[in-house]
T-cell receptor, first 113, second 113 residues
Framework: GENVEQHPSTLSVQEGDSAVIKCTYS??????FPWYKQELGKGPQLIIDIRSNVGEKKDQRIAVTLNKTAKHFSLHITETQPEDSAVYFCAANSNTGGFKTIFGAGTRLFVKA | DAGVTQSPTHLIKTRGQQVTLRCSPK?????VSWYQQALGQGPQFIFQYYEEEERQRGNFPDRFSGHQFPNYSSELNVNALLLGDSALYLC????????????FGSGTRLTVV
């Protein structure tokens, strides 16, 4: 069945450094890849997404890359700030296999001041 | 503009009981998806509702059922509660076939004792 694997499970960086989170997906029909940030006591919040016809997308300090051949996609956060500390989830969606979005297990990011 | 509203925020139930969780989608959204998030894990897809019908279902037993009303709000019902049903239940709304990105509520924390 569909699966999304996410690494690492925990990531600790110094303020100002970059953070990279990597995911792989199994369903070759997946065509939409959102990233969500979840802060304590809140629901996940969509922070950036990428579609299968695009290789890279950037929004200020956040960028996502997609390698469809390898079924890999990554989140890059530059110039990290303490408020970036949260759990980040990658996800994959296919509207051919159904309408559900499959989530990775999450990466807990700590940004040390 | 109100986002996704879920009620109640916290709930404690006894094994074998039944529970109903409620969700009001973001204004303008017509599709509601329900997810279960165990502690330290990613959200797991339960089912999605559109036009008052269950559009797709994840790997959850029939004890989990739902409903969508004409105003797009939704309920999640769980019968014969098990200890393993303890989790954060998230409701996510979206606009069918035009916006794959979800808007999540803050969730209902269900504890089964």
């Amino acid at each position: 069945g569909e699966n999304v694997e996410q690494h690492p499970s925990t990531l600790s960086v110094q303020e100002g450094d970059s953070a990279v989170i990597k995911c792989t997906y199994s369903d070759s029909a997946s065509n939409y890849f959102p990233w969500y940030k979840q802060e304590l006591g809140k629901g996940p919040q969509l922070i950036i997404d990428i579609r299968s016809n695009v290789g890279e997308k950037k929004d200020q300090r956040i960028a996502v890359t997609l390698n469809k051949t390898a079924k890999h996609f990554s989140l890059h956060i530059t110039e990290t700030q303490p408020e970036d500390s949260a759990v980040y989830f990658c996800a994959a969606n296919s509207n051919t296999g159904g309408f559900k979005t499959i989530f990775g297990a999450g990466t807990r990011l700590f940004v040390k001041a | 503009d109100a986002g996704v509203t879920q009620s109640p925020t916290h709930l404690i139930k006894t094994r074998g009981q039944q529970v109903t969780l409620r969700c009001s989608p973001k204004s303008g959204h017509d599709t509601v998806s329900w997810y279960q998030q165990a502690l330290g894990q990613g959200p797991q897809f339960i089912f999605q509702y559109y036009e008052e019908e269950e559009r797709q279902r994840g790997n959850f037993p029939d004890r989990f059922s739902g409903h969508q009303f004409p105003n797009y709000s939704s309920e999640l019902n769980v019968n014969a509660l098990l200890l393993g049903d303890s989790a954060l239940y998230l409701c996510a709304s979206s606009l069918v076939d035009r916006d794959y990105g979800y808007t999540f509520g803050s969730g209902t924390r269900l504890t089964v004792v």
